[in-house]
Each structure stands twice: as structure tokens, then as C-alpha cells.
């Protein structure tokens, strides 16, 4: 496997390939069904309320995005701000660990704009083949 710069990766063979390749992890944590949009909504538009996040995210569900703020608190991508007014209120914020992820979401989203046609190009082949 080809790393940044001029290292290179391998990984004994007798290594489960799961648990042998180094991303996995941030996959893992990064790229949650609800995760990115979560810290794309918070890098975009700052410090939101759960009613704000849950607006601007139209389709999670009030359950699903309280589990997964609460997931990305733990893993330090979110801050939670809890101020204890009347009523109380509470604000997210990506933290700056979250926003360190800046760089891969800008690589992603460029081959994205490069290759997701060519992504549907290759669907749509796939599909129409009679040999399939």
C-alpha cells in the first residue's frame, strides 16, 4: 500500500486484512451513515442547538442524532457546551480534531466532483450488461 509521501505499508501476510489495514479506524469513525453531515453542518454554519443541527439535517431522526453527537463527543470531534440557564441550553461545535479532517474531506470531495460520473458511467454499464 502507497502512503503519503515516499512511504510505503505492508503488512505481514499471517495479519488479518480487517484488522492489518490502517484506516479502518478512521472509517470506522469518520464515516458513519450520519457522521459527515453532522460535521459538515457544524464545520459550515459554527456552533449549533440540537433543534438547529436537527433543521439544517432534515432527514435524521431526533434518536439517531443525539447518539450520534453523544459518539462523536467521545471521540473528540464534537464539543458539547452545556449552559446551565433557564431554559437550559446546549450547543455543538466541531472541535479542532474534527476540523483537522478538513483536508480529507477537501481530497474526497474533489474526486468526487472528478470520478462520480465516472462512478455512474460504470453503474449504468454494469447494469445494462445482457451477460449479467
Not at 446551565?84 to 466541531?94: D, K, L, M, N, T
Amino acid at each position: 500500500m502507497r502512503m503519503p509521501g515516499n512511504a510505503t505499508w505492508t503488512a505481514p501476510a499471517e495479519i488479518d486484512p480487517e484488522l492489518a489495514c490502517p484506516i479502518g479506524p478512521v472509517v470506522d469513525i469518520v464515516f458513519s451513515r450520519w457522521t459527515t453531515p453532522i460535521l459538515w453542518t457544524l464545520n459550515t454554519h459554527g456552533r449549533q442547538r440540537f433543534v438547529e443541527l436537527q433543521r439544517r439535517i432534515a432527514r435524521i431522526t431526533p434518536k439517531v442524532l443525539t447518539q450520534r453527537l453523544r459518539q462523536l463527543e467521545r471521540d473528540g470531534l464534537v464539543v458539547r457546551t452545556y449552559h446551565p440557564e433557564v431554559p437550559p441550553r446546549v450547543e455543538y461545535e466541531i472541535s479542532d480534531l474534527g476540523r483537522s479532517l478538513a483536508p480529507l474531506f477537501a481530497h474526497l470531495a474533489e474526486w468526487a466532483a472528478g470520478n462520480l460520473d465516472k462512478v455512474e458511467q460504470a453503474r449504468h454499464a454494469y447494469d445494462t450488461d445482457p451477460a449479467r
